[in-house]
């Protein structure tokens, strides 16, 4: 008789009254209670946080950090209700320790009460951390514990980016008022360069203007000087001509001899002598007009100057903390301003002391440079008019005493004048000089002032100036600088497709095991019948296969249409089970052939062996080094790997290398099992006696 003929009568006693039915279905339906409540249970664990009661504690008194209220408890207890992580409930400190201790509350979340004026204190002078406190206890459930460490770490990691933002917000903030200030300084830098530019043209007008003034007090002095020597003279000779004309009187006969012979000879000299005496005359009055008119001015502006001088210094060399460069420059410039004002008020008290005198002089030099004029103008004419000079002697007399008397007065006040007016030429000539010190000053000062504005300009140009936007961008980044980019290239959308591979073939074998337990591995008939070793292994493995298949189907039909799992290749998966199927079928056939009762026991064994070396939860390199080590020889090691790649994605070279160990691990149980069929048709003591039995 044929294998599959052997197979399928073997199925056929199932049919033969209610339990051997009732056995069947049970036989279909293990693996799917097995498979599908394992996977069921453990579908979403992730997804269903939200009903973990958990202890949230919020102590947090708040605090104020540059006039703003910091209430970090209520931020991070506002994003933890947002979130829905867990079941969250609010209680005292006291009830959530008692809670964690007596179950009520899986752990416990407490916010201390100086959390908030911690991170407030990053803005100060003494920065202080805060932090989360976490209170767990594993006697209630170890992996809640470890959930929550990693649940707590985002948000603590959240908490510090917030606390981060809001003091990098600070200083973008800073850099902004940095930012105005410095501009704000660059303009006040203008003004003070465009003020000092304005104080150093009115410094050059002033040295302009008094070296003017000491050229003109020069020309004055020697102006003076000459027409003190004239005024000697004409003393001298107007008082000789006073005593001629009274001599002329009484001898013009006899002396017009001689004297018509000289006034015919002398007429362009003393017209010479008369123009150089009316032009002096002028000279000197047009100077001292001069001269009392621009000292006050002079003196006003000198002290205008001081004064600018004088606050410049003091705005950017006494009141600020870092002093200007250039302040020893403006320090000469104010005490060099300082002198020259002083010597402007001498000046200025000089001419006001000398006022009636001046005024004086002033008259008697127009008198003396109209009668100069007339005597120049009348000079070529002297000859002629001898004879009315003669008729007019007495009357000349007359006015020759009083000349020389006005001359012996001119003489004395023009030595007076002289004298003054070398006093005020030395005293320009100090001012001049202060004047080209303070000059050259207010140009080094007014060229620091530029450069100051122009440099506090490029400065504000490289401050940052940012706006609300800029601020968020740049804290965010600066708070949280390195992102993780996570690219999941296959990824499971939840906890139980990713357990699926390892869930699967732990049902499928114990499927193999329990069909075993109600189908003999070898089939007597075939036994009693002497059919070929080889016939007889396939006699008993095909209806178990068969058996497979069928809670393959059911299987795959309930997790997929009842639970869910989505299967990127689905027809490969299928495929895929029926050949797990097939091999553990042989697997346990032939550990059940060969072993008898006891090969039951090695089924379960070797199944421990392959759900603790197959990698089907954490990475097999985490296990001790004896998984590690038998980890490449069984089976199931092969089977979930390929499982994740069909269920999930990912290359297919280990579902083909699987296939190919399934293959041979199933041809090699077979033979193992032909080998054990063969043994059985020798009838042995042990087999009508056996020492064990299941």
């Known amino acids: 008789m044929r294998s599959p003929r052997l197979a399928a009568l073997e199925l056929r006693r199932f049919g033969r009254g209610r339990l051997p039915r009732a056995a069947l279905v049970a036989l279909l339906v293990l693996p799917l209670l097995y498979g599908a409540l394992y996977l069921w249970s453990f579908w979403d664990p992730y997804g269903r946080l939200d009903r973990i009661p958990v202890a949230l504690v919020n102590d947090d008194k708040g605090a104020t950090a540059g006039g703003k209220k910091v209430t970090a408890g209520d931020d991070i207890v506002d994003g933890l209700r947002d979130s829905r992580t867990f079941a969250w409930h609010e209680v005292s400190d006291e009830e959530a320790r008692r809670g964690v201790e007596d179950g009520t509350y899986y752990l416990s979340l407490t916010i201390p009460s100086d959390l908030s004026r911690r991170i407030a204190s990053s803005s100060g002078a003494s920065p202080e951390?805060?932090?989360?406190?976490?209170?767990?206890?594993?006697?209630?459930?170890?992996?809640?514990?470890?959930?929550?460490?990693?649940?707590?770490?985002?948000?603590?990691?959240?908490?510090?980016?917030?606390?981060?933002?809001?003091?990098?917000?600070?200083?973008?903030?800073?850099?902004?008022?940095?930012?105005?200030?410095?501009?704000?300084?660059?303009?006040?830098?203008?003004?003070?360069?465009?003020?000092?530019?304005?104080?150093?043209?009115?410094?050059?007008?002033?040295?302009?203007?008094?070296?003017?003034?000491?050229?003109?007090?020069?020309?004055?002095?020697?102006?003076?000087?000459?027409?003190?020597?004239?005024?000697?003279?004409?003393?001298?000779?107007?008082?000789?001509?006073?005593?001629?004309?009274?001599?002329?009187?009484?001898?013009?006969?006899?002396?017009?001899?001689?004297?018509?012979?000289?006034?015919?000879?002398?007429?362009?000299?003393?017209?010479?002598?008369?123009?150089?005496?009316?032009?002096?005359?002028?000279?000197?009055?047009?100077?001292?007009?001069?001269?009392?008119?621009?000292?006050?001015?002079?003196?006003?502006?000198?002290?205008?100057?001081?004064?600018?001088?004088?606050?410049?210094?003091?705005?950017?060399?006494?009141?600020?903390?870092?002093?200007?460069?250039?302040?020893?420059?403006?320090?000469?410039?104010?005490?060099?301003?300082?002198?020259?004002?002083?010597?402007?008020?001498?000046?200025?008290?000089?001419?006001?002391?000398?006022?009636?005198?001046?005024?004086?002089?002033?008259?008697?030099?127009?008198?003396?440079?109209?009668?100069?004029?007339?005597?120049?103008?009348?000079?070529?004419?002297?000859?002629?008019?001898?004879?009315?000079?003669?008729?007019?002697?007495?009357?000349?007399?007359?006015?020759?005493?009083?000349?020389?008397?006005?001359?012996?007065?001119?003489?004395?006040?023009?030595?007076?004048?002289?004298?003054?007016?070398?006093?005020?030429?030395?005293?320009?000539?100090?001012?001049?000089?202060?004047?080209?010190?303070?000059?050259?000053?207010?140009?080094?000062?007014?060229?620091?002032?530029?450069?100051?504005?122009?440099?506090?300009?490029?400065?504000?140009?490289?401050?940052?100036?940012?706006?609300?936007?800029?601020?968020?961008?740049?804290?965010?980044?600066?708070?949280?600088?390195?992102?993780?980019?996570?690219?999941?290239?296959?990824?499971?959308?939840?906890?139980?497709?990713?357990?699926?591979?390892?869930?699967?073939?732990?049902?499928?074998?114990?499927?193999?095991?329990?069909?075993y337990m109600l189908i003999t591995p070898l089939n007597r008939r075939a036994l009693a019948a002497g059919s070929p070793a080889w016939r007889i292994a396939f006699a008993g493995w095909l209806p178990v296969v068969a058996v497979g298949v069928l809670q393959v189907a059911a299987l795959m039909a309930v997790l997929h249409w009842a639970i869910g799992l989505q299967m990127l290749r689905a027809a490969g998966t299928i495929g895929f089970l029926c050949l797990v199927t097939a091999c553990f079928a042989a697997i346990v056939q032939w550990l059940n052939a060969r072993f008898g009762a006891a090969g039951r026991i090695l089924v379960l064994a070797l199944l421990m062996l392959q759900l603790t070396s197959a990698g089907g939860t954490y990475p097999v390199q985490t296990s001790p080094g004896f998984f590690n080590r038998i980890h490449p020889f069984l089976p199931m090691s092969y089977i979930v790997e390929a499982l994740r790649r069909l269920i999930t994605g990912g290359g297919l070279g280990p579902v083909w290398q699987a296939c190919g160990v399934l293959a041979a691990f199933t041809a090699g149980a077979l033979a193992l099992t032909a080998l054990a069929a063969r043994r059985r048709q020798v009838w042995t003591l042990d087999r009508l006696h056996p020492e064990l039995s299941l």
């Open 129 to 515: 951390t805060g932090a989360l406190q976490v209170r767990t206890n594993d006697a209630n459930n170890y992996i809640v514990g470890q959930i929550s460490r990693t649940v707590f770490n985002e948000v603590r990691s959240a908490a510090s980016t917030k606390a981060s933002r809001t003091f990098l917000d600070k200083i973008f903030v800073s850099f902004s008022d940095i930012h105005d200030k410095t501009v704000t300084a660059a303009q006040g830098a203008d003004r003070l360069n465009t003020g000092i530019g304005k104080a150093e043209q009115g410094s050059k007008d002033l040295a302009d203007g008094l070296r003017d003034a000491q050229n003109g007090s020069g020309r004055l002095v020697k102006g003076l000087t000459k027409l003190d020597t004239g005024a000697g003279d004409l003393q001298d000779g107007s008082r000789q001509v006073a005593d001629g004309t009274e001599a002329l009187a009484d001898k013009v006969n006899g002396v017009y001899d001689q004297a018509g012979p000289f006034l015919k000879g002398n007429e362009k000299t003393i017209g010479d002598t008369a123009r150089l005496v009316a032009d002096s005359a002028r000279t000197v009055k047009d100077n001292l007009d001069v001269l009392v008119k621009l000292a006050p001015g002079a003196a006003r502006a000198a002290h205008l100057n001081a004064d600018v001088l004088a606050d410049v210094y003091k705005t950017h060399c006494e009141t600020v903390a870092v002093p200007d460069p250039v302040c020893p420059d403006l320090k000469r410039a104010r005490t060099a301003a300082a002198e020259v004002a002083t010597v402007a008020d001498d000046l200025n008290t000089l001419i006001a002391d000398q006022d009636g005198d001046l005024k004086t002089m002033r008259d008697n030099l127009g008198t003396l440079q109209n009668q100069a004029t007339a005597l120049e103008r009348r000079a070529p004419h002297l000859y002629e008019d001898v004879d009315d000079a003669v008729k007019k002697i007495n009357k000349l007399n007359d006015g020759a005493q009083k000349v020389a008397a006005g001359a012996e007065k001119l003489h004395t006040g023009l030595g007076t004048a002289q004298s003054g007016a070398t006093t005020l030429d030395k005293g320009i000539g100090t001012a001049a000089s202060g004047a080209q010190t303070l000059n050259g000053g207010l140009y080094k000062l007014s060229d620091g002032s530029g450069r100051l504005a122009g440099g506090l300009h490029d400065g504000a140009k490289k401050i940052p100036d940012y706006d609300k936007k800029d601020r968020d961008q740049r804290t965010g980044v600066m708070a949280d600088p390195v992102q993780l980019a996570s690219h999941d290239l296959h990824k499971a959308p939840n906890y139980g497709t990713g357990f699926a591979p390892y869930f699967i073939p732990l049902s499928l074998w114990v499927g193999a095991m329990v069909a």
